[in-house]
Nanobody, 124 residues
Framework: QVQLVESGGGSVQAGGSLRVSCTAS????????MAWFRQVPGKEREGVAT????????FYSDSVKGRFTISQVNAGTTLYLQMNSLKPEDTAMYYC?????????????????WGQGTQVTVSS
């Protein structure tokens, strides 16, 4: 059974940094794409970054490129999102997600496993 558990959210002032983590279990990590999404109440869930643990290849949305870094350790069992130069508009619930690699890892479609989310709040 696939399980994704996020941690590390919190509150920070604009310009600050925060790192969120996701621990994965229950599947063959190297054959799955992993990603971070975020969602604000009343808005659609937005893809932030993806990574393919098999190669380390990453993909970022334009809104976070250059400020956020996705990484994985332990063959994909732990996923991180390092967030720097945070802005108030980065405030959201952040979700870890996974999908089998045959869907391709350079987009935010077809993710079918989700964590419960961790809240990130950036104050101005």
């Amino acid at each position: 059974q696939v399980q994704l558990v996020e941690s590390g959210g919190g509150s920070v002032q604009a310009g600050g940094s925060l790192r969120v983590s996701c621990t994965a279990s229950g599947y063959t990590y190297s054959r799955y794409c992993m990603a971070w999404f975020r969602q604000v109440p009343g808005k659609e869930r937005e893809g932030v970054a993806t990574i393919y643990p098999g190669t380390g290849r990453m993909f970022y949305s334009d809104s976070v490129k250059g400020r956020f870094t996705i990484s994985q350790v332990n063959a994909g069992t732990t996923l991180y999102l390092q967030m720097n130069s945070l802005k108030p508009e980065d405030t959201a619930m952040y979700y870890c997600a996974a999908k089998p690699d045959w869907y391709g890892c350079s987009d935010f479609a077809n993710f079918n496993y989700w964590g419960q989310g961790t809240q990130v709040t950036v104050s101005s």
